[in-house]
């Protein structure tokens, strides 16, 4: 192992951290190519690194960019969901926060522990 590199981090930490850090990064890069070309290349060595299943590595990411897109003002498609709709961004959000929130702790919760598993 490099120095400088984590060493002996327990999965479920990571797990939680890379979902918490795939959040993020959604939100900035709405764009799901671009934000895999951007932190694929680091998080996926990380994880198996730190001998980690890169598969969940996958999944968090593939739950954290379609957790953020479900209320994005970034996401083009949502925006003329609701233009079409006639319904106000704000009206939705406030709607929808409850929902993605707990769908945001059940996702996290299932990746945690298939990061351990795993």
């Not at 959040?23 to 990380?46: E, W």
């Not at 009206?91 to 990061?115: D, E, N, R, S």
Request: hydrophobic share 60%; glycine share 8%; charged share 5%.
């Amino acid at each position: 192992m490099r120095a400088g590199a984590p060493a002996n981090v327990p999965a479920a930490i990571f797990s939680v951290g890379s979902t918490a850090l795939y959040l993020l990064l959604s939100f900035v890069i709405p764009s799901s190519s671009g934000m895999a070309t951007v932190s694929m290349p680091i998080m996926g060595p990380l994880a198996i690194q730190l001998g980690l299943a890169p598969e969940v590595m996958i999944l968090i990411y593939v739950v954290a960019h379609g957790l953020i897109l479900l209320f994005t003002p970034t996401f083009g498609v949502l925006l003329a969901g609701l233009a079409i709709s006639k319904i106000e961004y704000t009206t939705f959000v406030k709607f929808i926060m409850p929902y993605v929130v707990g769908l945001g702790v059940v996702l996290t919760a299932f990746l945690t522990v298939a990061m351990v598993v795993l």
